[in-house]
């Protein structure tokens, strides 16, 4: 059974920073592409970053590029995402999801709230 356990989040004021990881365990973590999806409050599910199986490649939403960062660490089975100058409109839940190709995620962590308010 595929489980992925989020921790990290909170509320950080604009400007400020968090990290959020994810571990996972049930599957081959070093098989698969990760990614984190979040959705805002009265929003639909919005893609955010991925990253490849071994880390060689990344990936982000314009709207995320240039401040956030994904990584991973397989032989922890941990998946992390660095989140720096927060902005109010990155208020969201966020997911961390195994990539099968397929929108929306079938396998995701149980979401984190992150709320960037002053």
């Known amino acids: 059974e595929v489980q992925l356990v989020q921790s990290g989040g909170g509320l950080v004021q604009p400007g400020g920073s968090l990290r959020l990881s994810c571990a996972a365990s049930?599957?081959?973590?070093?098989?698969?592409?990760m990614s984190w999806v979040r959705q805002a409050p009265d929003n639909g599910l919005e893609w955010v970053s991925a990253?490849?199986?071994?880390?060689?490649?990344?990936y982000y939403a314009e709207s995320v590029k240039g401040r956030f960062t994904i990584s991973r660490d397989n032989a922890k089975n941990t998946l992390y995402l660095q989140m720096n100058s927060l902005k109010r409109e990155d208020t969201a839940v966020y997911y961390c999801?195994?990539?099968?190709?397929?929108?929306?995620?079938?396998?995701r962590g149980q979401g984190t709230q992150v709320t960037v308010s002053s």
């Open positions: 999801a195994k990539s099968d190709g397929i929108w929306p995620p079938r396998s």
């Open positions: 049930g599957f081959t973590f070093d098989d698969y592409a």
């Open positions: 990253i490849s199986w071994n880390g060689g490649n990344t």
